[in-house]
């Protein structure tokens, strides 16, 4: 993989394949577009997650798009999240006036402006779709998570993306002709979504550890959550909700109800490493 401008751009291998196949087919000049289309794209969702000084590992430029993978696993602020999901399609709105613009200064061909113009709006409905990893997919899940735990937005999320990518690979196989890169691109989408379904229990685990490490900070709104003794202190981490801290109630027969925190829930579960523990041992540990 090639770093680009600094360590945190990479370029793909499999993009620069195809600049060699487009040199080689006449369709450079086409690609260089795309190209440049996608980098600014992807730089508008840089600029926002840096102003917020989050911590980026890196932005992997695809032949389809870009990914930006961050340390900041859904544990930010909402708006946070939200504004720097938006700032990648935002650039297509400037981007659609400077290429107007340019047209009218004649220093580029009409069929050039158009070309631009028509990528700049497929870019820009595309990457809207509610498709994982798609800026529509991640919209889709914040507003999930805002409103459902978060085991649950994720489960939604990746079964609504997969529905959502059928139906768009049939119409597009029905209205649009025959496409190679639809394919590749459709496979890409899919191999994302299986992806991101197989490390879902992994992502759900950095989630906590990201709670664990805050500790509660920048969140205002208390929940509570009510469980029986016997639940699995993993099954009361799947009620968490983004946005919210919460207070467990745990109900234990002829005894009082204990009430814990959730940070003491999570270190419970993370230092002390009672991975298996039920309700019931957390309260005990805890009165004790």
């Known amino acids: ?36 289309l996608v980098w600014i794209h992807e730089l508008g969702h840089y600029a926002m997650a840096r102003f917020f000084k989050w911590r980026i590992r890196s932005v992997m430029l695809w032949p389809f798009g870009g990914v930006m993978e961050t340390e900041e696993h859904h544990t ?55 498709i994982w990893p798609l800026d529509g997919g991640k919209l889709l899940f914040l507003s999930l998570s805002y409103a459902l735990p978060f085991v649950r937005a994720q489960q939604i999320l990746l079964y609504l993306s997969l529905s959502f990518l059928v ?26 979504n299986r992806l991101e379904w197989r490390q879902r229990e992994y992502s ?22 009510h469980v029986n003794e016997d639940i699995p202190v993993m099954h009361i981490f799947r009620q968490f909700k983004r946005g919210n801290h919460h207070q467990i109630f745990v109900t234990r027969p002829n005894q009082s109800r204990a009430q814990i925190d959730e940070g003491e ?14 309700a019931s041992e957390l309260a005990e540990w805890f009165a004790s």
């Open 1 to 36: 993989m090639t770093r680009l401008i600094n360590n945190h751009f990479h370029v793909h291998p499999l993009l620069w394949l195809l600049l060699g196949i487009g040199i080689l087919t006449g369709s450079l000049w086409q690609l260089v577009i795309m190209f440049s």
């Open 76 to 130: 930010r602020p909402f708006h946070e999240e939200v504004l720097v999901v938006l700032a990648g399609p935002l650039q297509h709105a400037w981007l659609w006036g400077a290429i107007t613009l340019l047209g009218y200064t004649g220093w580029v061909s009409p069929g050039t402006i158009e070309m631009m113009l028509l990528y700049n709006g497929i870019l820009f409905l595309f990457n809207l779709l509610p």
């Open 167 to 192: 139906v768009a690979l049939i119409l597009a196989m029905v209205f649009l002709p025959f496409s190679l890169s639809t394919i590749f691109l459709a496979a890409f989408l899919l191999w994302e």
């Open 204 to 225: 759900f685990l950095r989630y906590l550890m990201k709670r664990h490490e805050q500790n509660g900070e920048k969140v205002r709104k208390l929940r509570a959550i």
């Open 265 to 278: 829930c999570l270190y419970y579960y993370f230092t002390m490493k009672q991975s298996r523990a039920k």
